[in-house]
């Protein structure tokens, strides 16, 4: 089956907003020392899965499922992005066990002593006002929602 030039971008989407997403979490972890809490750590799960599912739709068939499955991966860490927002600028309360030592490699109980305890509900850099979870929300969401709507409309 031959993808139609809004499958095709649909697809580039899916495959590319999650990859920088992610590439943009690494470098903001081990270029800037932004270590992820465990809310951080949720969000990036559906971009793997969204970079893995739209890999997929590359070589299998059906490819217009497997893209709208990434879209909905990137739906799914937006969502995930709007709480942990939410929990971050205090519009509501978070989970009380989220926090996450950040672990190296070597010797476990010395990265655990040594390891900075990381909080969900603080916000660890922002721009323009909005948090990492926050440009997240609006980058996955719109992503998402483009997505779907790439796979919608027919070409006339």
Not at 29 to 58: D, K, N, V
Not at 59 to 68: F, G, L
Not at 69 to 97: D, Q, R
Not at 118 to 124: N, S
């Amino acid at each position: 089956m031959v993808l139609t030039p809004r499958e095709k971008l649909a697809q580039r989407l899916a495959l590319g907003v999650p990859a920088l997403l992610l590439g943009g979490a690494y470098v903001s972890e081990y270029g800037f020392g932004l270590h992820p809490c465990e809310m951080c750590w949720w969000q990036r799960y559906p971009h793997f899965a969204a970079i893995a599912l739209a890999l997929l739709s590359t070589v299998a068939a059906p490819r217009r499922v497997w893209i709208a499955l990434a879209a909905v991966a990137l739906l799914v860490t937006g969502a995930i992005g709007a709480f942990h927002a939410g929990v971050e600028y205090g519009w509501w309360e978070g989970l009380t066990t989220c926090s996450t030592p950040s672990l190296g490699g070597g010797d476990p109980l010395e990265a655990i002593m040594n390891a900075p305890l990381v909080r969900c509900d603080e916000v660890q850099w922002s721009l323009a006002g909005i948090s990492l979870a926050g440009w997240n929300f609006l980058i996955s969401t719109v992503a998402g929602i483009a997505i779907l709507l790439l796979l919608r409309r027919k070409d006339s």
